[in-house]
Structure formats: structure tokens, C-alpha cells
């Protein structure tokens, strides 16, 4: 591999050059500075201080010319100051977190990465993991692809399993690079020494970033490329990574193990805010590297006006969103509507229960009338760390209130219903297409006039409506559960199980109860 490490220095050449007038930004909005002094460099920056001896980047930029490809400016730039060496030898950084748009180069940048690891650092066990396994698989591929056009590469394959699956590129001293979807199981058992995680903003619990991110524990040199565009509300691991790595870089510290590289129009509305000017050139600049090299205004343009307007603010200018849905952006928007922290039902109300696939947390929601005439739901318990004593509480609540309880009479719940009444409790059984009619008249409610319902903002019946999706049947619709991806939707079925009935119920024209939990 001489020919490889040889002349690392020399990065010019191995450079697109832009082929139209609107180029986008070779450098990013947000990125943690080297900890070497500025001064002169090789580097795309130009001013970074960065050489050689202290960015392992130079070296992949020397493996890319040896293969014959060309980089994007900003996938040079993120190689040299991504893989900055402390004094010691070791990486700065043992994430770095990239945030840029779609079709910038993203997949490429992954396979050189892992190829560069794989069969010239030849690390024991090079780990691609992503939400959608196809899409880890596609920089596999590519990596694949690159090591059988080289013949002396060629030589140094042992075997290609494409079993899909158990994808794995084996080399003959066997260092090895595998992939897998991002699940709970991604790495362990294994020790990883280098990771890539495309596709972040999808993970919505830490299991899989957990499982993976572990396994480079034994690791000193270990070193994680955690790739995406912008997250949405429920991006979990994303959103919490970026914020730990915005703190950092108002401390300014030179030993924060995360890099944060990040092309985004955030900010660049009005006033700093993120109300961004969808057609301003700027904003595409500022967020999409690749523009005017493998990107074209008229690409822009196509995408402008076929994307709903969340779809181009995540994945073209790198601006988070609540959701990649425009529905359910809209009836989270609506919801927001529907807070009052003083709202109290009086009179009869109606219980529902919700219990989550998994059976480890459930619900109690009530609906009831206002003295004003609203509607007023309501998350009164939430379990969270499985259902023990559950079926205790709504015994007590619906003997206090006198309430009906309503239920999935094929769901979980289900299992309530008969010591429910052995207990003497009433019981409204419903059915699917019950489910599906008081989902679709919910959320009508809500959009059409988020006034006339009323709630008190708890956290738990939020988070389920920022997350929740619709599952079709036919020309209707009810919540989609998403337990096993770490968010239920129990507290919005509790208090949907209850609206639904409640609906039903005849008025009396006086309340004389008041009910306040």
C-alpha cells in the first residue's frame, strides 16, 4: 500500500471542480475548530493549521487518489478536520456527528471511509449501521465495488458474503466490514473498532445507538461517523447528541469528543430564526455542499416543487422539523392549541385504557364536558415500567367516578375485561372499525377547531402526539403503535378510547359534579 500513503499532502488534485454558478459552501455553518493553531494548510479551509501529522484525513484523501475518485470539496474538508489526531496519535474525536443534506455524497464518503479502514489501517472490524439495512448496504456495496476495481485490493479479499443479512466483506488477515440494521442486537457481542451510522435522525430510542456505540468500548482508537440530515421531533438520539455538541462548542474546549460538522440553513431566517425562505439561494448554499458540483439549481427547483414544504426543510436545508408528515405536523400544530393547564371536566366523564404492545407501559385517560360546554380530555396515569397495578387503579377510579371504562376489545387491554367485571366495573368493548371512527373524529375535532378540545398539556399524551402516525383501513385511519421503536401511543389511545364514547353520551342539562384530577 505504499502507493496509498505515499504523498498524503496533495490534496488539489483529487478535487471536483464546480461545473455551474451556484456552488454550495465548502465549509459548514456549524464545526468544532482544530485544537492546532491556524495557519497555512492543504486543506479546503485553507486556514485550518491541519497537515498530515495531525489529521489522518490527508491519508483517505491519498486512498481516494489511489482508487481513481474525485471528492466534493466539503468531503475533503470533513475527512481532514473529522479525523484530527490528538498529540498522542489518537482520533480528536471519537464521534463525529455529520449533519448535510440529501444526495450530497453522503454514501460515498461511507464507503471510502470503511474501505480506508478496512485495507489500509486494517483494523480487526469495520461495523455499518443504519435504520433501513439497505441503505447501510449501499455503502457496503460501494466499498465492495472499490476493492474488486484495484487488482492489488482485489488480492486481499478473502471472501464476500451477501447473504442478506449477514453482509461481510472479509479480507485475508481477517479484518472484516459488516453491517446490520440498527436494532438493539447492532454490535454486540463484538468489538468494534471503527463504526458508521447512517441514516441517525431514524432512531428514536437509544437501544441501537446504545448497543452499537458499546461495542468500541475496549477500543482506544475507536471512532464513530454518525451520519444524517436534520432530525425531527422524535429523533431521539440525533437531537440530544446535537445539542450536547452545540454546548460544547460554546465551551470551546479542545479535548469534547464530539465533532460536529453541520451544513443547515438553521438560523438564517428572519431575526436568527428558522422561518427560512424556501427558494433562497443562501439557505441552499449554506445547506447542500454538493450544489453546482453533483447537485444542480434545476435538481433544486424539481425538488422544491414536488416535496411537501417539511420534506425540503429536513432533507434539503438541514432544518428540523416536527415531522416529515405534513398531516401530522399540522395536528401537532393544532394540538398545541388544545393546552389550558386549568381545564376540568364536570359531570359524567368516560374512561379509557390503553396498553401498549409491548405490555411495559399503559394508559388511563378520561373525557369529559367543561362548564363551558368543551370537551375536555386528559391523561390521568401513565405506567411506564410495565403494567403492575394497573388493573388496581381503574378499578378505583371507575368505582369513584362511576364511569364506563372503554377498551381495544382485541387488544392488549383486553385481558381487563373480566376481572373488570368481577370488580363490578362497566365495560364498553370496541371494536376496530369503533377505533378507527373515534381516531378520524379526534383528530377532525382537533384540526378543524382546536378550541373546542381541551387538555392540560402533560408530557406523556404530548410526546405520543408528536410521534404518532396513521395506520389505513380503507377510507379510515387509527394511531399507529410504535412501541417497538421506543415511543407509545397508549396516553392518545386512552384519552381516544374515551372520546370516542363519551361522545355518545346523552347530556344532562345540569352537572352538579365537578371532576378535577
Not at 133 to 138: G, H, I, N, Q
Request: proline letters at 5%; glycine letters at 8%.
Amino acid at each position: 500500500m505504499t502507493a496509498v500513503e505515499a504523498e498524503a499532502d496533495q490534496v488539489a488534485p483529487v478535487l471536483m471542480q464546480p461545473t455551474g454558478d451556484l456552488v454550495g459552501s465548502t465549509l459548514p455553518r456549524r464545526w468544532v475548530r482544530p485544537a492546532v493553531p491556524m495557519g497555512d494548510s492543504d486543506c479546503p479551509c485553507g486556514v485550518c493549521g491541519l497537515t498530515p501529522e495531525n489529521s489522518l484525513g490527508y491519508a483517505v484523501i491519498a486512498f481516494a487518489r489511489y482508487l481513481g475518485l474525485k471528492l466534493i470539496p466539503w468531503q475533503a474538508f470533513v475527512l481532514i478536520h473529522g479525523m484530527e489526531l490528538r498529540p498522542d496519535g489518537l482520533p480528536r474525536f471519537r464521534l463525529v456527528l455529520l449533519i448535510v443534506s440529501r444526495q450530497s455524497g453522503k454514501t460515498t464518503l461511507c464507503a471510502l471511509l470503511a474501505a480506508f479502514w478496512l485495507f489500509v489501517e486494517q483494523v480487526p472490524l469495520v461495523w455499518g449501521v443504519s435504520a433501513k439495512l439497505s441503505t447501510a448496504k449501499s455503502a457496503w456495496e460501494k466499498a465492495v465495488k472499490l476493492a474488486r476495481s484495484d487488482p492489488d485490493l482485489k488480492q486481499l479479499i478473502g471472501s464476500v458474503q451477501t447473504k442478506n443479512g449477514d453482509e461481510t466483506l472479509s479480507l485475508v488477515n481477517d479484518c472484516q466490514y459488516k453491517i446490520s440494521a440498527a436494532n438493539d442486537d447492532a454490535g454486540r457481542g463484538f468489538t468494534v473498532h471503527r463504526l458508521i451510522m447512517d441514516e441517525l435522525r431514524r432512531q428514536r430510542s437509544w437501544s441501537a445507538y446504545s448497543a452499537a456505540y458499546s461495542a468500541m468500548r475496549a477500543v482506544p482508537d475507536g471512532q464513530c461517523w454518525a451520519i444524517s440530515n436534520a432530525g425531527v421531533a422524535d429523533s431521539v438520539v440525533q437531537n440530544t447528541l446535537r445539542e450536547q455538541a452545540l454546548a460544547q462548542l460554546e465551551r470551546d474546549q479542545v479535548d469534547d469528543p464530539i465533532g460536529l460538522f453541520e451544513w443547515s440553513a438553521v438560523g438564517m431566517g428572519p431575526d436568527g430564526g428558522d422561518d427560512v425562505d424556501v427558494a433562497d439561494r443562501g439557505a441552499w448554499k449554506a445547506s447542500m455542499p454538493s450544489l453546482g458540483y453533483t447537485i444542480t439549481e434545476r435538481t433544486v427547483l424539481s425538488d422544491l416543487s414536488t416535496d411537501p414544504e417539511p420534506v425540503f426543510l429536513s432533507e434539503s436545508l438541514c432544518i428540523p422539523v416536527q415531522s416529515l408528515d405534513a398531516w401530522r405536523t399540522k395536528f401537532a400544530g393544532r394540538w398545541a392549541g388544545t393546552v389550558d393547564p386549568e381545564s376540568f371536566a364536570v359531570g359524567q366523564v368516560t374512561i379509557g385504557v390503553d396498553i401498549a404492545r409491548d405490555r411495559m407501559s399503559a394508559s388511563i385517560g378520561v373525557c369529559g364536558d367543561r362548564e363551558d360546554g368543551l370537551t375536555h380530555l386528559e391523561d390521568i396515569e401513565t405506567f411506564e415500567d410495565g403494567i403492575e397495578g394497573l388493573q388496581e387503579r381503574v378499578i378505583e377510579i371507575a368505582k369513584n367516578q362511576k364511569a364506563p371504562v372503554v377498551l381495544d376489545a382485541y387488544g392488549p387491554a383486553a385481558a381487563l375485561v373480566v376481572p373488570l367485571q368481577n370488580a363490578g366495573v362497566k365495560i364498553i368493548g370496541a371494536s376496530g372499525n369503533d377505533i378507527c371512527a373515534g381516531c378520524v373524529a379526534l383528530a377532525d375535532a382537533v384540526l378543524a377547531n382546536p378550541q373546542t378540545v381541551r387538555t392540560r398539556g402533560r408530557p406523556d399524551l404530548e410526546k405520543a402526539v408528536l410521534n404518532v402516525e396513521r395506520l389505513w383501513r380503507g377510507d379510515q385511519f387509527r394511531w399507529k403503535r410504535s412501541d417497538d421503536e421506543g415511543v407509545s401511543v397508549a396516553p392518545l389511545y386512552a384519552v381516544t378510547l374515551a372520546y370516542l364514547h363519551h361522545r355518545k353520551i346523552k347530556k344532562p342539562k345540569a352537572r352538579p359534579r365537578i371532576w378535577d384530577f
